[in-house]
Every structure is written in structure tokens, then in C-alpha cells.
């Protein structure tokens, strides 16, 4: 089992960009979880997808949008990058509400 | 409200030495409760998780974590703490709506 997967490992871009990170799944798991983590702080939700659908949402502007493909595998996107938007963005994979398994994280870089 | 707190921002033990990393939350239930460790620029590893019953529960690399209701805490600790446990560690309730809230870390470092 390979576990939560997620690509690219780091992302440089310049400010107005926009970027694409991208989540597979642990094997058997069909919820996808995205976190931002700023550095030198604790993870904070961006969304949940499950069944396609965005489930939920926390405190995040809509340049933040994602997506879940029927193979459960996800992305998100960012648009117009604000220096702020640099952080290691984790994604994490869940059955239903039962623990979440994180991947090891994008760092992105805004520069 | 519901928010989770970690009051030690940094901790430094003694190879070999005790540990309790304190965690505290405010919810009007009890939330799930989870445990994780993160070293440097890594992702998240679960180290223990709390639903319901037995309210000392084990984890992983010998860690283990106490639920008590009456101080709404469910504290990490490590009878004996070896160099490879330096790391951040979070402590992360869900709070009934699917997804975990962090707190801000407590940073472990071990010297020998």
C-alpha cells in the first residue's frame, strides 16, 4: 500500500499565478481532506471533498477550489497567489469519518 | 466555542527521561481525539486516537495518552524518550464535523 501520495513535492511561483497541487489516496479511502500548514503553525482546513462534492469548507477565500475525481484522487487549486498562500499544503485520506492518514505535503513557495 | 490547546510551545528532556505534552480542549461533548507527530518538513503520522471507552490508550513508538472528561485534556505522554522522538508533535479533535482541528504544536527537542 503506498499510502497518501502527493505531487509535485515543491512548487515555486511568482505572485497572480496560479497552481495545481495534486492527492492520491490511500488505497480503499474516499475522502480526501486538504490542509494548510504556514510555517511554524499547526495545519488549518481548507476542505473536505467526498463523492465528488465538496463536503466542507473552512475559512478559506475562493481562490482556493479543488476537486475529486471518480478514482478519489483530488487536487486543488489557488489562484491569484498572495505571498501569504506560501505554506506546505498537506492532504489527508479518510473512510467515511474514521482517522485521517496524511501525506507528506507541497511546499509552496510565492515569491 | 469549540477550540483545542496545546500550552507548551517548546519542551526539552533528557534522553532517557519522562514526557507529557498537554493538551486541552472546550467542546460541549466529547470529540475524538488524535495525536500527531511531525518531523522536519515531513507530513503527519498518527500516533494515537481516542473515540470512546478505555480511556488510556496506546500508540505508536511506545507513546500513550490519557482521556480525562472532567478536564476536557487528553495529554500525550512516554515513560522513556529516545533521540529520534525530537519532532513537533499536535494534538487534533474532531469535533463532530468531519474534520481535525490543530493545535499549535508543541515542539520537542531531546539532548543526550
Known amino acids: 500500500d503506498a499510502g497518501v501520495t502527493q505531487s509535485p513535492t515543491h512548487l515555486i511561483k511568482t505572485r497572480g499565478q496560479q497552481v495545481t497541487l495534486r492527492c492520491s489516496p490511500k488505497?480503499?479511502?474516499?475522502?480526501v481532506s486538504w490542509y494548510q500548514q504556514a510555517l511554524g503553525q499547526g495545519p488549518q482546513f481548507i476542505f473536505q471533498?467526498?463523492?465528488?462534492?465538496?463536503?466542507q469548507r473552512g475559512n478559506f477565500p475562493d481562490r482556493f477550489s479543488g476537486h475529486q475525481f471518480p478514482n478519489y484522487s483530488s487536487e486543488l487549486n489557488v489562484n491569484a497567489l498572495l505571498l501569504g498562500d506560501s505554506a506546505l499544503y498537506l492532504c489527508a485520506s479518510s473512510l467515511m469519518d474514521n482517522e485521517q492518514f496524511f501525506g507528506p505535503g507541497t511546499r509552496l513557495t510565492v515569491l | 466555542a469549540q477550540s483545542v490547546t496545546q500550552p507548551d510551545i517548546h519542551i526539552t528532556v533528557s534522553e532517557g527521561a519522562s514526557l507529557e505534552l498537554r493538551c486541552n480542549y472546550s467542546y460541549g461533548a466529547t470529540p475524538y481525539l488524535f495525536w500527531y507527530v511531525q518531523s522536519p518538513g515531513q507530513g503527519l503520522q498518527l500516533l494515537l486516537k481516542y473515540f470512546s471507552g478505555d480511556t488510556l490508550v496506546q500508540g505508536i513508538k511506545g507513546f500513550e495518552a490519557e482521556f480525562k472528561r472532567s478536564q476536557s485534556s487528553f495529554n500525550l505522554r512516554k515513560p522513556s524518550v529516545h533521540w529520534s522522538d525530537a519532532a513537533e508533535y499536535f494534538c487534533?479533535?474532531?469535533?463532530?464535523?468531519?474534520?481535525?482541528?490543530f493545535g499549535t504544536g508543541t515542539r520537542l527537542t531531546i539532548i543526550p
Open positions: 488505497s480503499g479511502h474516499d475522502t
Open positions: 471533498y467526498y463523492e465528488e462534492e465538496e463536503r
Open positions: 487534533a479533535p474532531n469535533f463532530g464535523n468531519e474534520k481535525l482541528t
